[in-house]
Antibody, heavy 121, light 107 residues
Framework: VQLQESGPGLVKPSQTLSLTCTVS??????????WTWIRQRPGKGLEWIGY???????YYNPSLTSRIIISSDTSKNQFSLKLISVTAADTAVYYC??????????????WGQGTQVTVSS | DIQMTQSPSSLSASVGDRVTVTCRAS??????LNWYQQKPGKAPKLLIY???TLQSAVPSRFSGSGSGTDFTLTISSLQREDFATYFC?????????FGQGTKLEIK
């Protein structure tokens, strides 16, 4: 399985960040995986944003839940992230990844290569 | 949120050395702890899941141990390609959280 992020690299403050992850080598509608967004902000480490399960159920980071929507398009084998009302604090490298789980343990593998998003006017 | 604290934040070592990185959780997380390796400009790569299970194709010089709040990642004999940043990640509670990273540098 391979994942590839796409979307604009520059977003203006207060606007909406929209990213898409295209999955190849496997179907996002096949069971058991959690299609995930993670970001890495400068000097802030890695932050789990949320994921969408193959059923369409979504789980978001509570710190971001009021601003994010994760959705999927099974016909295109893609899932997407929308983050509204962005500020400079949302500047980061955004990764998509496949989440897997055994019991309560949930890990992320593989990851996309990441895409830099800068919020600036 | 569960806070994950790694130590040290950076470490200098030589090829062939045995190194250990520690990750401490702010509350018990059982064995729901994963380790990743990240090289500059690249995405993180899963090394170990469930505290001690080696991901497929990861060299056996990597090992993980621990449960509850204290975990370790050990590299038994450092190779040049192991110089990278290592992160731990808990999945006991949402939001899943990561340690701040340990940068392993060549001495």
């Amino acid at each position: 399985v391979q994942l590839q992020e796409s979307g604009p690299g520059l977003v203006k403050p207060s606007q909406t960040l929209s990213l898409t992850c295209t999955v190849s080598g496997g179907s996002i509608s096949s069971g058991g995986y959690y299609w995930t967004w993670i970001r890495q902000r400068p000097g802030k480490g890695l932050e789990w944003i949320g994921y969408i399960y193959h059923t369409g159920s979504t789980y978001y980071n509570p710190s971001l839940t009021s601003r994010i929507i994760i959705s999927s398009d099974t016909s295109k084998n893609q899932f997407s992230l929308k983050l509204i009302s962005v500020t400079a604090a949302d500047t980061a490298v955004y990764y998509c990844a496949r989440g897997d789980r055994v019991g309560l343990n949930n890990w992320f593998d593989p990851w996309g290569q990441g895409t830099q998003v800068t919020v600036s006017s | 949120d569960i806070q994950m604290t790694q130590s040290p934040s950076s470490l200098s070592a030589s090829v062939g050395d045995r190194v250990t990185v520690t990750c401490r959780a702010s509350q018990s997380i059982s064995i729901y702890l994963n380790w990743y390796q990240q090289k500059p400009g690249k995405a993180p790569k899963l090394l170990i899941y469930a505290a001690s299970t080696l991901q497929s194709a990861v060299p056996s010089r990597f090992s993980g141990s621990g449960s509850g709040t204290d975990f370790t990642l050990t590299i038994s004999s450092l190779q040049r390609e192991d110089f990278a940043t290592y992160f731990c990640q808990q999945s006991y509670n949402i939001p899943y959280t990561f340690g701040q990273g340990t940068k392993l540098e060549i001495k």
